[in-house]
């Protein structure tokens, strides 16, 4: 049974600048997620974009936003090509509150936006 649906657009220019604030990386990403990034060369503000885009919509799928859960707790990962949602700390807590077993993502960007969509199932 599907528990939550959440989608959010995030503007690439916006995390262009983020990319020379080490701090602000920092604060919102996990290093795993940022080694993807980095990877990426020309196309690593489109990344950042939609991993942070992921986690916004994380939140609304939630149903509760992202009040009291750290941004690096979720880690948006490529396993064998395709994201996956990868939870510690605060961000799994809140997922076992909710009662869903499982994630599904899916991101997408073009030129200046990136979007992302999380579906939430109890199984």
């Known amino acids: 049974m599907i528990t939550g649906v959440g989608i959010d657009m995030v503007r690439v220019d916006r995390?262009?600048?983020w990319l020379i604030?080490?701090?602000l990386?920092?604060?919102y990403f996990h290093h795993d997620e940022l080694e993807i990034v980095f990877l990426r060369g020309k196309t690593a503000a489109q990344s950042l974009a939609a991993r942070f885009?992921?986690?916004e919509a994380f939140g609304k799928a939630l149903g509760?936003?992202?009040?009291n859960i750290?941004?690096?707790?979720?880690?948006?990962l490529n396993i064998d090509g395709r994201p996956e949602i990868k939870l510690c700390g605060t961000a799994q807590k809140a997922l076992e509150?909710?009662?869903?077993?499982r994630m599904h993502i899916s991101l997408t960007h073009e030129k200046e936006n990136a979007v992302a969509?999380?579906?939430?199932e109890e199984v």
């Open 25 to 27: 990386l920092q604060r």
């Open 21 to 23: 604030n080490s701090k």
């Open 117 to 120: 969509m999380v579906v939430l």
């Open 64 to 67: 509760t936003g992202l009040a």
């Open 53 to 55: 885009a992921a986690k």
């Open 15 to 17: 995390m262009e600048k």
């Open 97 to 101: 509150k909710s009662g869903a077993d």
């Open 70 to 76: 750290a941004l690096k707790d979720i880690m948006v």
